[in-house]
């Protein structure tokens, strides 16, 4: 299969109807990440983004909307306060997972009663959204455990033969995922931290909660993807804690053979102290917005750069941060949890 990239126009989002309605998969830009959707009420179709993906089958896929789509075909509840929420930040970086009516294929929850929605804010997205008219689910369009893509190149390196069709909708300006948010209780609970942090959430229904998953034997985790390898680069990945770094990232420079084997990833303001141990720097940025956007490129340029890429801990840890933290440990972790 060749895999075209195509700018978005009525004639490719025609073509993406086309292969979308005959059961297939597109790569889609939203203003987090890529997504690698398809239709979220046909069986097929969910189990190949699965299959494609090299995704573990049991962890829930996102359904996707546009911003005019009737919610109460899908979900069972809408909670007072959620409205609040999609009021306050929808379209946009905010997935709410909701008691699900069970209208989508039951491939989508896998086995979850709850359902994953999010209204997209890119352009591109909406647009295709509403060529198709149908929920779209659309899990970052990486292979399973690989660094989230945010440019149509990246989903190419990673389904390149694979996939019909990307849609190119430039490079995403959020670069992390969506905050995951559960709304079935009385209060929201984050499962996943990203964009939309729990003070902006507080800011507008005045509560959030914070969901730590609890590993004990016999207890289904809340949010399946919380257990996984993540977003982890094909270099190894090393965490270096701020406060001893120059030392740390010396010793490692001394061990190796060839310095050009090692490159650091690390705030702006760090760079100049950094380079003068004699290494190459990845720069993450100078504030946190930054920092959210080029995290992912930046991870997938060090794959060819470099054998391992020393992590420096970022002095920056609030807000968007969170989110930013969170992708960057799971990127140097090299296990699975074991559950
Ligand atoms: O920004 C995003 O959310 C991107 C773009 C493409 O929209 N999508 C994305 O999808 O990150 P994915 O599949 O890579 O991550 C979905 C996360 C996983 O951690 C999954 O476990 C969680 O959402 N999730 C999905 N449905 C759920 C549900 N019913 N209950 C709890 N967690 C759910
Ligand atoms: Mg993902």
Same mark, same amino acid.
């Given at each position: 299969?060749?895999?075209?990239?195509?700018?978005?126009?009525p004639?490719?989002?025609s073509?993406?109807? $086309?292969?979308i309605?005959?059961?297939g998969?597109?790569?889609?830009?939203?203003?987090?990440v *890529?997504?690698?959707?398809?239709?979220?009420?046909?069986?097929?179709?969910?189990k190949?983004?699965f $299959?494609?993906?090299?995704?573990?089958?049991?962890n829930?896929?996102?359904?996707?909307?546009?911003?005019? *789509?009737?919610?109460?075909?899908?979900v069972?509840?809408?909670?007072?306060?959620?409205?609040?929420? %999609?009021?306050?930040?929808?379209?946009?970086?905010?997935t709410?997972? *909701?008691?699900?009516k069970?209208k989508?294929?039951? *491939?989508?929850?896998?086995?979850?009663?709850?359902?994953?929605?999010?209204?997209?804010?890119?352009e591109?997205?909406?647009?295709?959204?509403?060529?198709?008219?149908?929920?779209?689910?659309?899990?970052s369009?990486? =292979?399973?455990?690989?660094?989230?893509?945010?440019?149509?190149?990246?989903?190419?390196d990673?389904f390149?033969?694979?996939?019909?069709l990307?849609l190119?909708g430039?490079?995403?300006?959020?670069?992390?995922?969506?905050?995951?948010?559960?709304?079935?209780?009385?209060?929201?609970?984050?499962?996943?931290p990203?964009?939309i942090?729990? $003070?902006?959430?507080?800011?507008v +229904?005045?509560?959030?909660?914070?969901?730590?998953?609890?590993f004990?034997?016999g207890?289904? +985790?809340?949010?399946?993807?919380?257990l996984?390898?993540?977003?982890?680069?094909?270099?190894?990945?090393?965490?270096?804690?701020a406060?001893?770094?120059?030392?740390?990232?010396?010793?490692?420079?001394?061990?190796?053979l060839?310095?050009?084997g090692?490159?650091?990833?690390?705030?702006e303001? %760090?760079?100049?102290?950094?380079?003068?141990?004699?290494?190459?720097?990845l720069?993450?940025?100078?504030?946190?917005?930054?920092?959210?956007?080029?995290?992912?490129k930046?991870?997938?340029?060090?794959?060819?750069?470099?054998?391992?890429? =020393?992590?420096?801990?970022?002095?920056?840890k609030?807000?968007?941060?969170?989110?930013?933290?969170?992708?960057?440990?799971?990127?140097?972790?090299?296990?699975?949890?074991?559950?």
């Amino acid at each position: 299969m060749q895999t075209q990239i195509k700018n978005i126009t009525p004639e490719s989002l025609s073509e993406a109807k $086309e292969i979308i309605e005959g059961g297939g998969v597109v790569a889609i830009p939203t203003e987090t990440v *890529y997504g690698l959707g398809g239709n979220a009420f046909d069986d097929n179709a969910v189990k190949k983004i699965f $299959e494609v993906k090299g995704r573990p089958n049991d962890n829930p896929l996102i359904a996707h909307v546009h911003s005019g *789509y009737d919610l109460s075909a899908l979900v069972d509840y809408d909670p007072p306060y959620a409205k609040k929420l %999609r009021e306050a930040f929808c379209p946009g970086p905010l997935t709410l997972v *909701y008691p699900s009516k069970g209208k989508v294929s039951k *491939y989508v929850s896998c086995g979850l009663n709850t359902l994953a929605v999010r209204i997209p804010s890119h352009e591109g997205a909406q647009a295709f959204l509403k060529t198709v008219d149908i929920p779209i689910v659309a899990p970052s369009a990486n =292979l399973s455990r690989h660094v989230s893509p945010t440019s149509a190149k990246h989903v190419f390196d990673d389904f390149n033969g694979k996939i019909p069709l990307i849609l190119d909708g430039g490079e995403c300006a959020g670069g992390i995922e969506s905050t995951v948010c559960d709304v079935t209780g009385d209060i929201p609970v984050i499962l996943r931290p990203g964009l939309i942090t729990k $003070e902006m959430i507080e800011a507008v +229904v005045g509560v959030c909660g914070e969901y730590t998953p609890n590993f004990q034997k016999g207890e289904r +985790v809340k949010s399946p993807g919380v257990l996984y390898k993540h977003y982890a680069p094909r270099c190894k990945t090393v965490w270096i804690e701020a406060k001893n770094a120059k030392n740390e990232i010396s010793a490692y420079v001394a061990e190796s053979l060839e310095n050009k084997g090692i490159a650091v990833l690390c705030e702006e303001k %760090r760079i100049c102290e950094i380079e003068k141990i004699g290494v190459k720097c990845l720069n993450l940025g100078k504030n946190k917005a930054e920092m959210a956007m080029r995290l992912y490129k930046l991870l997938r340029e060090a794959e060819t750069l470099c054998d391992v890429l =020393l992590v420096v801990e970022p002095e920056e840890k609030d807000g968007i941060m969170v989110g930013v933290l969170n992708r960057l440990k799971k990127a140097c972790s090299s296990e699975d949890i074991q559950h």
